[in-house]
T-cell receptor
Framework: DAGVIQSPRHEVTEMGQEVTLRCKPI?????LFWYRQTMMRGLELLIY????????DSGMPEDRFSAKMPNASFSTLKIQPSEPRDSAVYFC?????????????FGDGTRLSIL | AQSVTQPDIHITVSEGASLELRCNYS??????LFWYVQSPGQGLQLLLK??????LVQGIKGFEAEFKRSQSSFNLRKPSVHWSDAAEYFC????????????FGTGTKLQVIP
């Protein structure tokens, strides 16, 4: 079975540019999560969706960040305009809705560098 | 609010030695508990999970963890470490009741020396 697929794997861009990160969850999974990982702050949950609907976006750092899930097989995380402090590894994860406490399945991440 | 603490940032062990990584959680009821492993350049992979029942949980790659309610702990153990176990390990806690939001600890980076 294909796992969670993220693209691109690496992104280097200049500050002020728009950045779009993409995620394809595991087929049949109803939950999708976006995380950010940095040395200073560890793994932070940014937002998560259930059945394509955003449930909790309290972790989104500011209005420059937005996330969408137009259908069950695709989600984007957008940063506009990007800043150097946004440099981090961004992970997407998905999990099924088959009762409580289902583990999350992670993609390999997008390493983002804002110059 | 739920929280999880991993007091050790780095741990170094010799190959073949035993390993214990500490995890303490804070929650009013018994939460769901997870251990994940992250190899360099990769996402997190589930090692094991605890919901209820037997407090000693077996996972993949020879790992086990023991839930101790009295100590609010869920420590990860392995009797004999292999060089391939070098990675970062994350403890995570999720509340009971079907709510999917999970809180991750800050991670423990394991170095294995020959």
């Amino acid at each position: 079975d294909a796992g969670v697929i993220q693209s691109p794997r690496h992104e280097v861009t200049e500050m002020g540019q728009e950045v779009t990160l993409r995620c394809k969850p595991i087929s049949g999974h109803d939950y999708l999560f976006w995380y950010r990982q940095t040395m200073m702050r560890g793994l932070e949950l940014l937002i998560y969706f259930n059945n394509n609907v955003p449930i909790d976006d309290s972790g989104m750092p500011e209005d420059r960040f937005s996330a969408k899930m137009p259908n069950a097989s695709f989600s984007t995380l957008k940063i506009q305009p990007s800043e150097p402090r946004d440099s981090a590894v961004y992970f997407c994860a998905s999990s099924p809705d088959r009762g409580v406490g289902q583990p999350q399945h992670f993609g390999d991440g997008t390493r983002l560098s804002i110059l | 609010a739920q929280s999880v603490t991993q007091p050790d940032i780095h741990i170094t062990v010799s190959e073949g030695a035993s390993l214990e990584l500490r995890c303490n959680y804070s929650y009013g009821a018994t939460p769901y508990l997870f251990w994940y492993v992250q190899s360099p350049g990769q996402g997190l992979q589930l090692l094991l999970k605890y919901f209820s029942g037997d407090t000693l949980v077996q996972g993949i790659k020879g790992f086990e963890a023991e839930f101790k309610r009295s100590q609010s702990s869920f420590n990860l153990r392995k009797p004999s470490v292999h060089w391939s176990d070098a990675a970062e390990y994350f403890c995570a806690v999720g509340p009971p009741g079907g709510y999917q939001k999970v809180t991750f600890g800050t991670g423990t980076k394991l170095q294995v020396i020959p």
